[in-house]
């Protein structure tokens, strides 16, 4: 995997993303491992969310009532997760700002909080009308606690600005998980249901307009498929009620730059989406 420091030198990306035709950011190189390769065609790289600052009391929303998720009194078939699961599952749901964070960085409901250094709940506005959602934090993130942190985090940013859009204004960046799994490896079913809750929760309580997904991993888990990601871009989707728009993951733009015009169509249906919304 290469540093951060490999992928500045290679990519020197531009500011921001224009949004017409002409956007190029400078030459991303070839992919720099076999693992980016295996990848490509998922739109995937390893992400990340950073931690949530406190607030004010004053400032958290009344709590609303909590979702109910699908009563599991018995260990769900193949994921491992355990049988106590929705009693955890209901006492998320009731959790705030102030306790949420604190919550993730005391979770030990999988192995990942045996490996990590950080844990990264998210980032941005708390009352985001957009929400980014990626699949797992990567090595940088997990040293620093921030999602985005490294060159995919640059494009990102320039992604929202083109759109007008910024992470600590308008926009929450989070994670399916919030632990790296060692290696960037991909993330365990039973990782997945572990984390699930708290994303649920940090949905719930942004109330975001629209969510992103992306790159295909993410977007497998919250539409509960294995569609390819060329299959689930270009039309709404839906999770938890929410619109939900299906892109590549700006990791793997850096590899693909072709693919920059279809991820702006992208963002275009988003932000429509987002106005009728």
Known sequence: MPTRHDLL?????????????????????????????????????????????PVPASAAREPRAAWAPEAQAEVRAGSGEPADAEPRRLRISGLEWLDLAADVDACTACGLARTRRCSVPGVGAREAEWLFVGEAPGAEEDERGEPFVGQAGKLLDAMLAALSLARGRNVYIANVLKCRPPGNRTPEPAEVEACRPYLDRQIELIRPKLIVALGRSAANTMLANDATIASLRGRVHRYRGVPLIVTYHPAYLLRNLPDKAKAWDDLLLARRTAVAG
């Open 9 to 53: 030198v290679e990519l020197g990306l531009a500011p921001i993303w224009r949004r017409r035709a002409g956007v190029e950011f400078p030459g991303a190189g070839e992919p720099v491992a076999a693992e980016a390769a295996a990848t490509a065609e998922s739109g995937d790289i390893g992400t990340a969310a950073g931690p949530v600052a």
